[in-house]
């Protein structure tokens, strides 16, 4: 059905050379496969120290005092906690063993946070003891941080975590921490009179979406609300502006835009599929018509990770005064959060082809040894295309077209909604490999159900050139 007006819409993942290294090293990733069964995640801790340093150099050229807190909730390999140790980058942590096994690593208490959503006391005796600074969120927390305080007979470092912000004439509606409005109270009257072993360091917000000038605005009104605080004598020595900066994951612009089109094309039935069955990837389709936005990160994106936190500070406030100089002004210390983009290029999933076969209409199937938790985020397919490593001789003239699915017993269960083009015909035992992968997309939803057990995680040692246990 593919006919010349339905052209193929590939999606080329950017790669980074670590990658081609192994893709070359058919040998190690076979051998890696049969030792740990199929799917293992790679990670490779350089691409994470670049990224890092990148976030870095923008602080530094503004002169901003600064920290880089690694999200650990992205990815849960050992080894990005040892790097980020190594290079003196900070740790940001949500759960009582996040902490834990960061504390276990010998990071200092000044370069961990905890942002953590939910927090018990087993948990915050952890933090306090070490002295870990806390973002608070609600007053039962604070009251559970004050009673471990009183218990230990010790302070405790807080960040209050701030939401609400004004945007273009509304307020943005969030589920986290205290409104902007009432903080000012919050902070001067409630935590100085109910909670005096709360020893307040700074303001924190974390943003859903990817809105640069919703970052600076929601920035500008901590800015806003620290002047106002010092009135009063309290000192704000640091704002927390979270994660959420985008990444590339893709080389070429007209591709992205293109499977934007074609796949609205395709769910009206305009051409052949682009998705199984015509998946709207969160899109309505209603009487003929598409309504919203396809549901999946924006996997193209020009201006991406240390670019993207610069366009925040760079911004300018009323007055025309960009917001690293107001920051500089105020000798404040300026913190970030990022997850996804520290780990940009930072990992691969490398899986087994275990069959192939027609569907009852004749599409075909190429079953991996893998499930779909094992590559999944919210977004509702991973837009990138796989590498096929075929044992198979190559030849010129053929093409196939089939979709990737997993070991779940679901009719859902596709790795890829998307319909993928190979060069070769896959062979049982070819390997397909999933680039950057580390943000989320590897370990974030991953589960076991079936008892299948987890993917191992492993690290690229590029000298050796061979591969660790995280
Ligand atoms: C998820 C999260 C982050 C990291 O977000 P990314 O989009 O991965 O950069 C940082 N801080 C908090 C509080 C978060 O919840």
Known sequence: MNTAADKHTPLTPITAPWVHEIVRNKKLLNEAIAHHHSPI????????????????????????????????????ALAFVKSAKRIGAGIDTASFRELDQVLHEGVPATQIVLTAAVKNSRLLELAIKNQIPITIDNIDECNLIHETCEKLNTQAQILVRVSGFE?????????????????????????????????????????????????????????????????????????????????????SRQEWDLFIAELKSSVLHQRSAVTYDRDP????????????????????NEVNKAQFLEEILVYK????????????DRSIEIRIEPGRSTLDQAGITVAKVAFRKPDTNGELLIGLEM????????????????????????????EYYGYLVGAYCLEQEFILKRKIKFNTFPQVGDLILFVNTAGYMMHFYESEAHLFELATNLVYDADKQHLIED
Do not use: W
């Open 41 to 76: 995640n790679i990670h490779d801790v350089r691409s994470f120290e670049e990224n890092i340093a990148g976030f870095k150099s923008v602080f530094q050229k503004y002169e901003l005092k600064h920290q880089v807190f690694f999200a650990r909730k992205a990815n849960k």
């Open 167 to 251: 945007f273009m004439g509304h307020q943005m509606q969030s589920r986290f921490g205290f409104a902007i409005d009432i903080a000012k109270d919050l902070i001067s009257q409630t935590l100085a009179s109910l909670f005096p072993r709360f020893n307040y360091i700074g303001l924190h917000f974390h943003l859903n979406g990817y809105s640069i000038p919703q970052r600076a605005e929601a920035l500008l009104q901590c800015l806003v609300l620290s002047d106002s605080l010092r009135t009063e004598g309290i000192d704000t020595q640091v704002i927390d502006i979270g994660g959420g900066y985008l990444i590339n994951y893709l080389s």
């Open 281 to 300: 990837l969160g899109m309505t389709i209603l009487d003929g018509r598409i309504y919203g936005e396809p549901a999946v990160y924006p996997y193209y």
């Open 317 to 328: 406030n009323s007055d025309g005064i960009p917001i690293h100089q107001l920051i500089h």
């Open 371 to 398: 499930n779909r938790t094992q590559l999944r985020s919210s977004s509702a397919d991973f837009l990138s295309d796989p590498i096929h490593l075929s044992t198979a001789a190559h030849s010129e003239e053929e």
